[in-house]
């Protein structure tokens, strides 16, 4: 049980484009996701947090309007980057809390994305 | 959230426990230790938690020290597929936030 799903699991896309990433909780509900962005080499660094039905709170430093989340149902987030530039390039994972128990998180396999 | 430390790096052989240390001395009450491990290009894998008592899982014992201000995350028989970078989180019961630190990337050699 407890599975997150992510897809794409790789994009490439050129610059000025936008991209969607969508989180999927697979067998469970999950009133809250989050969205971590991970540069190589690098640790886990938290941009939003998503709340179905509501808006996404946003970490200190993540532009809003340029990662556009999406929360529309118990079992799906979206997340947009608008207008990628290269330095958008990165690998983005979600992790979505099950609502029937005690704040656990799981993780999506995570979506690559590569701006050109 | 109280702030953790690790060793960058670690090797062990395989069939070999593996013991990977934290530091959490700034640790309150009621913040519980995590452990997570992430694989080379995949997503984060929950492995245990606890508050103060020692605990075990199919995956992995969690000893924390009795001032709490410790804990070794121990996988018994160390296989290849356990490379990978082992991160140890405190926070609080009901904060819903993962704070991730650079962890310990653990090497298992052949």
């Known amino acids: 049980g407890a599975v997150v799903s992510q897809h794409p699991s790789w994009v490439i896309c050129k610059s000025g484009t936008s991209v969607k990433i969508e989180c999927r909780s697979l067998d469970f509900q999950a009133t809250t996701m989050f969205w971590y962005r991970q540069f190589p080499k690098q640790s886990l660094m938290l941009m939003a947090t998503?709340?179905?039905?509501?808006?996404?709170?946003?970490e200190q430093g993540v532009e809003k309007d340029k990662f556009l989340i999406n929360h529309a149902s118990l079992t799906l987030s979206t997340l947009t980057v608008t207008s990628a530039h290269p330095e958008d390039s990165s690998f983005y994972i979600c992790?979505?809390?099950?609502?029937?128990?005690?704040?656990?998180?799981?993780f999506g396999p995570g979506t690559r994305l590569t701006v050109t | 959230d109280a702030k953790t430390t690790q060793p960058p790096s670690m090797d062990c052989a395989e069939g070999r426990a593996a013991n990977l240390p934290c530091n959490h001395s700034?640790?309150?009450?009621?913040?519980?230790v995590y452990w997570y491990r992430q694989i080379h290009s995949q997503g984060p894998q929950y492995i245990i938690h606890?508050?103060?008592n020692n605990e075990t899982n199919e995956m992995a014992s969690l000893i924390i020290t009795e001032d709490r201000k410790s804990s070794t995350l121990i996988l018994p028989h160390a296989t290849l597929r356990d490379t990978a970078v082992y991160y140890c989180?405190?926070?609080?019961?009901?904060?819903?936030?993962?704070?991730f630190g650079t962890g310990t990337r653990l090497t298992i050699i052949p």
């Open positions: 992790s979505a809390r099950d609502s029937g128990s005690s704040y656990e998180q799981y």
């Open positions: 998503s709340n179905e039905g509501s808006k996404a709170t946003y």
């Open positions: 989180i405190v926070r609080y019961f009901g904060n819903e936030k993962l704070t």
């Open positions: 700034t640790i309150s009450g009621n913040e519980y």
């Open positions: 606890g508050l103060k």
